[in-house]
C-alpha cells in the first residue's frame, strides 16, 4: 500500500475530485487545482485590484508586491541567482517562443545550426524551426532510441563545429523519460553552445534548481504545477536576458519614449509587455508553497509508487503495449500506451464513458511518435492526488477496451 501520504485529506483540498465519478489521469495536460490557489486569484481580484507597477497609491502598491513577491518565489523554488532572471509569460510555450525570436533572431546566422531533440514537444520545436527559416540557420535533431533515451555520447556525435543551440526537454511530455540536463549542459558549455530546456514535465514533480543543472534557459508553465492557466515562466541567465532585445513592445516594458524610439526597462520588465497577470502570479505563488508543503520527496515517492502499480497492472493485459522504458522510475508518471486493434481515440471514449480522463493523440509530439512508429497513443498521466482504486479502475476498464470493440477474446 501506498501510505506516505494521507491522500484522501488532500483530494479534499481540490475541488474537481471532490466529483466522485471522475478519475482523473490527464495531469500533464494540466494538473487540478487546490482550493487555496483558487482563493489566492479570487483573493488578489476581490482586494487588490489594480495594475501593477503603474499606479503610485496603495492599492497598485499591494498588487506589485504581490506580483514581485511571487517573482521572488518562483527565484526561490527553481533556485536562481536574481528575480532579474526570473520573466513572466503566458505558459511555457511563449516562454520557449520568446527565446527563440528574441535570442535565436540575434544569434543564428545562416548556416548555424541549431540542435533540436526529437522528442521535444511542438513547443520546443516549431519555435526552432520558425527561427531557422528566419535566420538561414538549419535545425537538425537529436535522436533518442525507442526507449527514449538520450546518452551523453548521443548529443557529442550530433553536435558539429556550427552547433549554436541545443533546446532539449528534461522530461519527455510522452515517454516520461528524463534528461540528463546537467551533464547535457557541460558538453554544451565546452563547446560554448547554449542550452535550452523545457520543463513543463519536471518542474511540477521534482526538485530543479537551474544554477546546478548549469542550463541557460529553462520554461515551464504554472498550470501543470497546480497554479492557474495563463501564467509561465521563463528562466534565462543573466547575461543572455541583458543582450536580448524585448520579444513585445508596448506598455510597462519601457523606461521612456520618444518620438525617434525608446530606452527598454531594466530586467526583469524588459520582457513583460503590457498589464501582467498579477492574479496568476499570486495564484502560482500558492501552488509553489502546496508544493512545498508536501515535498518533492513524498511527492516522487508517491507517483513512482503509483506509476509501477499502473505498469504492473497494464503488463497483465496481452493487447497493452506500454511505450519506453521497463523501469516505472523512468517514467515519472506518465504511461503512454497503443492499444492492438483499436485507435487512442476509441479507447479515450470508451474510459471516458467509466468516467476515466485520459489524453489521446500525438501529443503535440508528432515527430517522436513517427520516429517511434506510431502515429497515435494514449497517455495516462498520474500525480500524488491520484488513489490505488483509481489505478485499479483505469486498468480494469482498460481490460475491456478490445472487447466493447468487438473483439472476440
Request: with cysteine; aromatic share 8%.
Amino acid at each position: 500500500m501506498i501510505q506516505e501520504l494521507d491522500v484522501q485529506k488532500i483530494r479534499k483540498d481540490f475541488p474537481m475530485l471532490q466529483n466522485q465519478n471522475l478519475i482523473y489521469l490527464d495531469s500533464s495536460a494540466t494538473s487540478q487545482k487546490p482550493y487555496s490557489v483558487i482563493r489566492a486569484v479570487t483573493d488578489f481580484y476581490e482586494n487588490c485590484n489594480a495594475n501593477p507597477l503603474r499606479g503610485l497609491y496603495e492599492t497598485a502598491q499591494n498588487a506589485t508586491e504581490k506580483y514581485e513577491a511571487a517573482r521572488e518565489k518562483v527565484r526561490q523554488f527553481i533556485h536562481a541567482k536574481s528575480t532579474e532572471e526570473i520573466i513572466f509569460t503566458r505558459n511555457a510555450t511563449e516562454s520557449l517562443n520568446l527565446v527563440a525570436y528574441s535570442y535565436g533572431l540575434m544569434a543564428f546566422q545562416p548556416g548555424d545550426e541549431i540542435l533540436v531533440s526529437i522528442m521535444e514537444h511542438h513547443s520546443d520545436m516549431l519555435p526552432w524551426q520558425q527561427a531557422a527559416k528566419r535566420t538561414g540557420a538549419v535545425v537538425k535533431y537529436l535522436e533518442c532510441d525507442r526507449q527514449g533515451r538520450i546518452t551523453e555520447e548521443d548529443l557529442r556525435n550530433a553536435i558539429t563545429d556550427k552547433t549554436k543551440l541545443v533546446a532539449v526537454t528534461q522530461v519527455s511530455n510522452v515517454l516520461g523519460v528524463r534528461n540528463d540536463i546537467r551533464a547535457f549542459a557541460k558538453i554544451c558549455h565546452e563547446k560554448g553552445i547554449v542550452i535550452v530546456a523545457d520543463g513543463a514535465q519536471s518542474v511540477p514533480h521534482m526538485p530543479v534548481d537551474v544554477q546546478e543543472l548549469d542550463v541557460d534557459f529553462l520554461a515551464f508553465s504554472g498550470h501543470k504545477m497546480l497554479g492557474p492557466m495563463g501564467i509561465g515562466v521563463l528562466y534565462g541567465k543573466r547575461e543572455y536576458l541583458e543582450k536580448m532585445p524585448p520579444f513585445l513592445t508596448g506598455g510597462e516594458m519601457i523606461e521612456s519614449v520618444s518620438r525617434d524610439g525608446a530606452v527598454f526597462a531594466q530586467l526583469p520588465h524588459k520582457f513583460e509587455a503590457g498589464t501582467v497577470n498579477a492574479g496568476g502570479a499570486a495564484g502560482l505563488a500558492t501552488a509553489i508553497d502546496y508544493i512545498e508543503n508536501i515535498g518533492f520527496e513524498q511527492i516522487q515517492k508517491r507517483e513512482d509508487a503509483l506509476t509501477a502499480l499502473a505498469m504492473e497492472k497494464i503488463r497483465e493485459i496481452p493487447f497493452v503495449h506500454i511505450m519506453g522504458q521497463e523501469n516505472p522510475e523512468q517514467h515519472h508518471g506518465i504511461i503512454t500506451f497503443t492499444v492492438d486493434g483499436v485507435h487512442p481515440h476509441d479507447i479515450a471514449a470508451i474510459l471516458d464513458a467509466d468516467h476515466i480522463a485520459v489524453r489521446a493523440g500525438h501529443h503535440c509530439a508528432q515527430p517522436l511518435l513517427r520516429h517511434l512508429g506510431v502515429m497515435a497513443s494514449t497517455r495516462a498521466s498520474l500525480m500524488f492526488y491520484n488513489t490505488e482504486e483509481e489505478i485499479v479502475k483505469f486498468t480494469e476498464s482498460l481490460k475491456e477496451i478490445r472487447r466493447k470493440m468487438g473483439y472476440a477474446e
